[in-house]
């Protein structure tokens, strides 16, 4: 599994594979099955299909690890943009970015002020009372482990000013739990992943089965009692509908209302699976990736499990 990993991360960042994919004259079967649009306005009505389909979501704007400042500008006014149509259409002010989309490659700084900027939005078109109940964020995603503690802190500078902001977390790796417990403690939110980057056994449990334990051992964490006492609001961002069943049972049986937390998902995942939740009366948010930049996400949805290998063999050879 991590040697697939490895394979896919290769090819996600192999420049000359991506810009010949996303290039082609017909648009690939892995970009339409993992990606919600191309432009602002179609991923903002494909948010408005989801909704009426009984799922939110989590607008990304596809790029990553960008050394360009006209592109982290773009990025910037693509999300902005997202943030007002979702805020007309009375939907979740949720949006999803990754620190080195925004500035981070350049220095902490201009991350920094992005971030601020672009969370700001947010606050000022959450205060509209018709926006008081949804839940808005601005989701910091986590990236390859030399970012985390720069994303961490860039979490604790937006909740310091009191900017509406959660955080991605990884069960993979050693640190975690500390940083989860110092998020609880302040009553934040954290999306809890299992982590897709092919980390080393210094920094991150390695194998399958240590990662499944640790995640259940952090989403009890996420719905002890002084996690609820402090306002804390669980995100389980998980396809393992083993985990999933226990996570369910473990809020049961602490009497969490399916409204204090949520399960979140990638559009275009099991698709079935995540319309039985919702019929089941789970919350469930799918992130919903938007732009041109498509290829190296696709891969990595691909990477993170062998069976998606179809989308990528179709994708290269059959269009």
């Known amino acids: 599994m991590r040697l697939w990993q490895q394979i896919m991360i290769f090819l996600a960042r192999n ?6 994919m ?54 910037v006014t ?27 490659q350049i220095n902490t700084k201009i991350c920094h002020d992005n971030a601020v900027d672009l969370a700001q939005e947010i606050r000022k078109l959450t205060n509209d009372t018709n ?5 808005n964020y601005l989701m910091l995603d986590m990236e390859d482990s030399s970012v985390t503690p720069s994303t961490v802190e860039l979490y604790e500078k937006l909740r310091s000013e009191s900017l509406p902001a959660a955080i991605t977390l990884q069960a993979y790796l050693y640190r975690t739990e500390n940083d989860l417990k110092k998020v609880i403690q302040n009553g934040g939110s954290v999306r809890l992943v299992k982590g897709a980057f092919a980390e080393g056994k210094n920094i991150a449990f390695t ?24 306002g804390f609001y669980p995100v389980f961002g998980t396809h393992d509908d083993r985990i999933i069943d226990k996570i369910i049972e473990i809020a049961h049986s602490r009497h969490w209302n399916k409204q204090e937390y949520e399960f979140e998902m990638l559009l275009g ?6 319309k039985k939740l919702v019929q089941n009366g789970e919350q469930v948010r799918l992130y919903l990736p938007f732009g041109t930049d498509w290829w190296p996400y696709a891969v990595r949805r ?15 050879f059959n269009n």
């Open 302 to 316: 691909v990477g993170e499990s062998p069976r998606n290998a179809k989308f990528l063999i179709k994708s290269i």
């Open 15 to 20: 420049n000359s594979l991506k810009n010949f």
């Open 78 to 104: 693509e999300l902005k943009s997202i943030v007002k149509l979702l805020s007309e259409a009375r939907l979740d002010i949720h949006i999803s970015v990754d620190p080195t989309q925004i500035g981070y």
């Open 131 to 135: 926006h008081q109940l949804l839940r």
């Open 22 to 75: 996303q290039n082609r004259a017909i648009i690939s079967d892995l970009s339409t099955r993992f990606v919600g649009g191309r432009d602002v306005s179609s991923a903002a009505d494909q948010a408005s299909l989801l909704k009426n389909q009984g799922f939110t979501s989590s607008l990304f704007y596809l790029g990553e690890y960008v050394e360009d400042l006209s592109i982290i500008a773009q990025t």
């Open 207 to 230: 194998r399958r089965n240590e990662i499944d334990i640790n995640y259940l051992k952090l989403a009890d964490l996420m719905l002890s009692t002084e996690a609820r006492d402090n």
């Open 269 to 274: 995942v099991r698709r079935e699976y995540q």
